[in-house]
């Protein structure tokens, strides 16, 4: 079938075009069928089927998102919130006796066991005579016995486990390693490296060991054959503090304050490892040369945690070595002249915990860089007897009584830790000071593993369970040390309102919720209105354009009546 063309008809008798004024009269009834397809031509319908669809998916897109409910968008964000409210309002510590004299310079955490390295005073002559030995406890008898002491007069500096072995390191002009195998008790080999002096720090996966000692780092690649050694060296033979692995590659900080990276696939001869971050030299306050580095960590791929000692607490992106700018700075660690303070973090790499030299423990999220705060601002001191010989119960006068680590000013510096992440997803922080461990409270069975993303109706009952619980304890412990206080009873329940909100509609949250909320919602919804604002100029476009179409319709009507008037003249005339 020919295509009509507009002021045109088709006469299939001569197969030819006419104009449709000398159309014959004897067709009325076919000129008016034709008409339509003639105003049709007009609003172009090989466009007007692409306009419709497009204003349909564009209404689509708009509905789903306007039924797509924006607090999805930052449903992580606030449950990393809560989660942070949790882990610093809810935490609380006890202090576990281990040996009965000694103080803890590491310790080191597994599923299996609890393996400390403590300070030991010995009955020698001398009236400074001290022995360095390593301890582990006894499943049976629930004691912490000697095993071995790796070096007289030398101080044991560091400890790690990786599998089935587990390695332990000392500080002196010899240095001695000290291999474990956990599933044997009792099989432990000693390594002895006569060029290797004054190991501060070790990192151990698998069977390969790095040790950082005084002017390079050592590679060991196999701790089962210690024959092979590689040195891995830095141009100005600084003593190595603190050390990291990733892969290949190895991070050393060093006291001038120095960051290098060396790749182990390279001879150690050749180089020196590249120096990253150099221009980022911050002296310390008492002195001009730069702060030495005392902590490295590689977060989430490819962020290395850096602390040094006049208090610098942040992260760089190794993906760009030659710029010295933060990627985050974590503020409020205090530390000036002290070398060995504990610093960790979680195994999933959300938290961040430092002990500082004022003796007490911070913490902030490694997303948002945010300090954990507790339930109070001031710090509650924990006494502890100056006697060495004192029974465990003289020396902390109340042994079960629980408190918040992040409120609490310990009687000394605590020199390391470590968090460890329970069966049930509950993080556990364990800390070394003194003869004694800062271990979790006694209450942290009752507390619900963190809840899912959104919570489910089973952490709403968690949540009101842990509530209950507490209250519970409230009442019946009375004026008892380890009872749970009214400050920390409220924040249990806000808690339990936040994970109940959080499952229930935004409208049902409380006033404080609701206003946590627009807050951490102003920015997202902002980024989330953009595209809906462009779909909905689309839309306006798309109504304008069918406007104008509806008014060449009423132009083609027009002149659909002033045709139909002319014929009517023209049969007039005839």
């Not at 009955?123 to 070096?151: F, R």
């Not at 120095?258 to 790749?263: E, Y």
């Not at 992260?315 to 933060?326: A, G, L, N, Q």
């Amino acid at each position: 079938m020919p295509k009509d063309l507009p002021g045109f008809y088709f006469d299939t008798q001569k197969n030819r075009y006419f104009p449709l004024s000398s159309r014959p009269s004897t067709s009325p009834q076919s000129t008016l069928s034709r008409t339509p397809s003639r105003s049709s031509v007009e609003v172009d319908p090989s466009t007007t089927p692409r306009t419709i669809s497009r204003h349909t998916r564009s209404a689509q897109t708009l509905n789903q998102r306007l039924l797509s409910s924006p607090v999805s968008h930052c449903r992580p964000l606030v449950n990393h919130d809560i989660q942070c409210t949790r882990v610093a309002s809810t935490s609380r510590f006890d202090f576990s006796q281990t040996a009965s004299f000694g103080d803890i310079t590491e310790f080191c955490v597994s599923l299996r066991r609890l393996t400390t390295v403590r300070h030991v005073d010995t009955l020698a002559t001398t009236k400074d005579g001290s022995t360095h030995v390593l301890y582990s406890p006894s499943a049976q008898t629930y004691m912490w016995p000697a095993e071995i002491n790796l070096h007289s007069h030398s101080q044991v500096s560091s400890i790690k486990i990786s599998g089935q072995k587990c390695v332990a390191t000392c500080f002196g002009p010899v240095t001695k390693v000290a291999v474990q195998d956990l599933h044997v008790s009792g099989r432990t080999t000693l390594i002895t490296l006569n060029q290797v002096h004054d190991v501060r720090v070790s990192h151990l996966q698998d069977n390969a060991l790095i040790l950082g000692a005084k002017g390079k780092a050592v590679y060991i690649p196999d701790i089962d054959i210690s024959g092979s050694v590689q040195h891995l060296s830095n141009f100005q033979n600084s003593d190595v503090f603190a050390l990291d692995r990733d892969e290949n590659f190895v991070y050393t900080g060093l006291r001038n304050g120095s960051i290098l990276r060396h790749d182990l696939r390279v001879s150690s001869n050749k180089h020196d490892g590249q120096l990253l971050f150099h221009s980022r030299f911050t002296p310390s306050k008492n002195s001009t040369s730069p702060s030495p580095v005392l902590y490295l960590k590689l977060v989430k791929d490819s962020q290395l945690l850096v602390s040094r000692m006049n208090g610098e607490l942040c992260t760089y992106d190794t993906r760009f070595p030659v710029h010295s700018t933060p990627s985050q700075i974590f503020t409020g660690h205090r530390n000036s002249v002290t070398q060995k303070l504990g610093i960790c973090i979680d195994p999933m790499h959300e938290f961040l915990f430092a002990a500082g030299e004022d003796r007490c423990i911070r913490g902030w999220s490694l997303r948002t860089g945010k300090a954990l705060h507790g339930i109070s601002s001031v710090a509650v001191f924990v006494p502890t007897s100056t006697s060495r010989s004192s029974s465990s119960s003289t020396l902390y006068p109340d042994l079960n009584q629980f408190r918040n680590p992040f409120n609490t000013e310990f009687p000394t510096p605590i020199p390391t830790m470590q968090v460890t992440e329970e069966s049930d997803g509950s993080l556990c922080l364990w800390a070394g000071m003194n003869m004694a461990l800062v271990v979790p409270g006694n209450h942290s069975d009752i507390i619900p593993p963190p809840p899912q993303n959104p919570p489910t109706i089973e952490d709403v009952g968690r949540a009101r369970l842990y509530e209950t619980t507490m209250n519970f304890l409230r009442l019946q412990c009375g004026t008892l040390a380890n009872a749970p206080t009214d400050a920390e009873c409220g924040e249990v329940t806000r808690y339990a309102l936040a994970v109940v909100a959080q499952n229930a509609l935004v409208d049902a949250a409380p006033a404080w919720f609701n206003s946590a909320l627009q807050v951490a919602l102003q920015p997202i919804l902002q980024a989330a209105l953009q595209p809906i604002l462009h779909e909905v100029q689309g839309l306006r476009n798309d109504v304008q354009d069918l406007r104008n179409g509806v008014q060449d319709l009423r132009n083609d009507v027009q002149g659909l009546c002033k045709g139909v008037q002319g014929l009517r003249n023209d049969v007039d005339h005839v």
